[in-house]
């Protein structure tokens, strides 16, 4: 886990991020089927990011955002 103290654009808070091994087959539930999972030996990279911003534009509020696992949407994706 990493605890963070960020500055972005208008955004001042702090997150949260923690990345995990996902089952593929887990993972592909979550996932649209015209996205490819990208996967190693059966596993996917997930995880979740949890933010708290003190200031921006919109007020003072938490996220929280939940990743299933890695795609792969050619041709738009670099990675």
Same mark, same amino acid.
């Given at each position: *886990?990493?605890?963070?103290?960020?500055?972005?654009?208008?955004?001042?808070?702090? %997150?949260?991020?923690?990345? $995990?091994?996902?089952?593929?087959?887990? %993972?592909? =539930?979550?996932?649209?089927?015209?996205? $490819?999972?990208?996967?190693?030996?059966?596993?996917?990279?997930?995880? *979740?990011?949890? =933010?708290?911003? $003190?200031?921006?534009? %919109?007020?003072?509020?938490?996220?929280?955002?939940?990743? =299933?696992?890695?795609?792969?949407?050619?041709?738009?994706?670099? =990675?």
């Amino acid at each position: *886990m990493v605890l963070c103290l960020f500055l972005l654009l208008f955004l001042v808070g702090s %997150a949260l991020y923690q990345l $995990h091994l996902v089952k593929a087959s887990t %993972a592909r =539930a979550f996932v649209p089927p015209e996205l $490819h999972l990208v996967e190693a030996f059966g596993y996917t990279l997930g995880g *979740m990011f949890l =933010a708290r911003y $003190h200031d921006s534009p %919109a007020g003072e509020f938490d996220e929280l955002v939940v990743i =299933a696992g890695i795609v792969w949407n050619p041709p738009t994706s670099c =990675a």
